[in-house]
């Protein structure tokens, strides 16, 4: 058990980097509580492996110091820093039994006979495989495999995180959600620290406890399902998470007002008394637009209707900038010509990406 | 991994492929099977003799001698090359410039004329001017391959791992780089060690090369003329007279055309059996993935 | 944004992975190896920069009067170096007949099924075990019967019992390696077969083509027995012309070893150009 530090954390492949831009990692620092689960989500090449890398020690940090309870382990090889983890697809020794692929990291490390059996048994019985234990782990399925990487990960008594590397990938999409559920309920049961690598956000929001957004190198947002969903901090996030994502559109700003495509918009960030530089755009995500046929609100015209079942979503246009609006299912919507509203509560407004934060509005922590 | 759909008109694309090789296989022989069976007395009269050249054969000691030679010398090269690629094949960097290094050096043996490489050994194991030679008599050793059996045969050997090796080191090296790195990784973090990694991980996921490359090293020690025979001649007297050798001996050098046709189709044969059963045997014992 | 700053502790720390020190002990054996590899090769460059007298006059590591004397006989004297030339163009004509038949059958072999298919495979690979000596004779008779006897494209047809058996196998491997769907969509967008096979299938199997290309040559360049028993003057090849150089006065061991070093040459060039294949051709695609 430990608690994670990364302190000043960066990473480029390259061996002499110039700028920013050869950082595969751009600078962080990040605290991993003891037992929480957390996800690290972001799109290809964002740098979430690396970053899970750097934590196993399988990548050394270009600068940076990784601390597990106050320990200096930056320097330390995987193998003694009591982590596991899981790749995307199953890493299984083929010609041992499933029994002798779960007892192996314990025989390594000289532990009694007697104990390894009481351990393997455990951890079999924790992820179902019990019947399989003295089956050869050659022939076994996708999601079996991928139980007995974890369950190498489990047996090891002194394990301090479990890091997973996308480890649905190769799992049958309707095995996905039962290895899911297994993996959450092992994170209930046991006090073990566990990160989990997807850029699948379904699976990010339902695993975690805390999500980790990553984009470009960086982590844009930290924070818990809801914050990232109601509080975008960048415009990727925004985009990245909720289906559909977020509405983005360029915006200017002009006393206090922002002007989106010629209308003026109340946004409270705007009256921010620095004056705003970079690429300036307003963000709102389509479940907080409100339609209407007529009445109050900016006009648009509507030009396409999709039936979700539940909700429905139009996609509409202020004066040329397109937006998607979520529409409750019995709406309903004549014609092409209709209103929105925005919701100043869920409004926000982005400059170069990230978040301009309203006047008085204390910096969330990251 | 959906059907291949069936299209009879697809024997056009095979012709080509069909005809050349029915043109330099099936033609000779279908001529040596038929010499097998005749014999002649010269001026291009056969008469049919049946099974006799066979039988003839399969009783003569020179055959067996020469057979025996032949097993002899495929079983030691292999066990020699087949241990000795695997584990430089492990020992090969995985990535780096090394690799290249690597790889150039092991390739070039195996792109030397057979002749020469015949030539370089047959210079290199001479006391007069040969490094070999000269360091074995330095040490005290009586070294003679020209009238020493022994001597010999330790050439050719020496010669056909320096030559071969390379082979086996390649096909496993390229087996190997199929490993995806995670497994490595996954090792580590199971605290494994270097002989369990190349026990558990590198030797099973090598199976198919090692196939691939054993039965490469057996067709082609089995066969073996051009080298052997430039250092040695098949000397001294027979004794690393192989198959080959001792069929061309038969076939050019005296005029006994039915005997060597007969031999040539039990040398055919025995190869088609040995590596049949080498097959067998090597693929069932591989578990299906 | 903090700024970045090396932390000159974490720089210098040995890396991770898999990057060996330069001492291990599997670095040693290689390291070994390569020389003992690389050993007989520099004798034979030793022995060509020597004159035949120094040769057999003592035993020196290096030649202390190094000449390149032995490699002007062979650059000059035609029956030396018209062997190079005929080697070379039965090599290039084998490879190219062998590509060329073994392309379109590799294709049948990965795409389709038919009529004794795999049958017909089988009986090709059985051809690369047909030992060479069992065709020195018929072979003799068959070219001469046919007036190709001495000729280049004797011994390049007659290569192709092993090699084109060789190049199918190889280029079924990579063939099937490509998607099938990539010949959906050409006969969907409107392909017609040729175009789509040369213009779009072939180049995806660019790299198979070159290793084939690569083994075929590699197995007629070395190739001794049948080359030998099929040519007499004309169509000479080098390795002939080595396997007979006893002149009056006695074996040239100079030039000799100029002449086997000139073989070695070809080699070089074509592994320096296809390094970065080699381990990709080995895997032949289907390992």
Sequence with gaps: ???????????????????LDDYALKPLNHLWEHGGAYALLGPSGC??????????????????????DGNDVTLLPTEKRNIAQVFQFPVIYDTMTVYENLAFPLKNRGVARHEIDRRVREVARMLDLEASLARKAHGLTADAKQKISVGRGLVRVDVNAILFDEPLTVIDPHLKWQLRSQLKQLHHDLDITMVYVTHDQTEALTFADKVIVMFQ??????????????????TFVGYFIGSPGMNVVPCTVEDGHAIVAGHRVAVKAAAARTPLQGKLEIGIRPEFIALSGNGAGLPVRIRRVSDLGRYKIADVELRDVPLKVMVSERAVIDGDQARIVFDPLHLHLYADGHIVEEPGFEGAPS | MNLKPVNNKAWWMVLPVVVLVAFSAVIPLMTVVNYSVQDTFGNNVFSWVGTDWYRDLLRSERFHDALGRQFLFSAIVLLIEVPLGIALAVAMPRRGWGVAVCMVTFALPLLIPWNVVGTIWQVFGRVDIGLLGHTLRNFGIDYNYTQDPLAAWFTVIIMDVWHWTSLVVLLCYAGLQAIPEQFYAAARIDGASRWAVFRYIQLPRMRRVLLIAILLRFMDSFMIYTEPFVVTGGGPGNSTTFLSIDLVKQAVGSFDIGPAAAMSIVYFLIILLLSWVFYTVMTSTRERS | MNSVTQSAAVAEQPRTAAHASMLRPSAIMLALYIFLLMLPIYWLINMSLKSNDEILSGFSLWPHAPTLANYKVILTDASWYSGYINTSIYVVLNTVISVAVAIPAAYAFSRYRFLGDRHLFFWLLTNRMAPPAVFVLPFFQLYSSIGLFDTHIAVALAHCLFNVPLAVWILEGFMSGVPREIDETAAIDGHSWP??????????????????????????????????????????????????????????????????????IPGIIVIWFVRNYIAKGFALGRV
């Design chain 3, 195 to 264: 175009r789509f096979f040369f213009r779009i299938f072939l180049p995806n199997v660019a790299s198979g083509i070159g290793v084939t290309a690569f083994f075929c040559f590699m197995f007629s360049w070395v190739e001794l027995l049948i080359a030998r028993t099929l040519t007499a003057v004309d169509a000479k090849p080098i390795s002939a012309t080595m396997t007979r150089t006893v002149s009056a006065s006695g074996l040239d061991w100079g030039v000799l070893a100029a002449a086997g070093v000139l073989t070695i």
């Design chain 1, 1 to 19: 058990m430990a608690r994670i530090t990364l302190e000043n954390i960066a990473h480029s492949y390259r061996p002499k980097p110039n700028g």
């Design chain 1, 217 to 234: 190198g960086e982590v844009v947002q930290v924070g818990v399902p809801q914050e990232l969903f109601e509080h975008p901090r960048h």
């Design chain 1, 47 to 68: 740098g979430k492996t690396t970053l899970l890398n750097v934590i196993s020690g399988l990548v050394t940090p270009s600068q940076g110091r990784v601390l597990f």
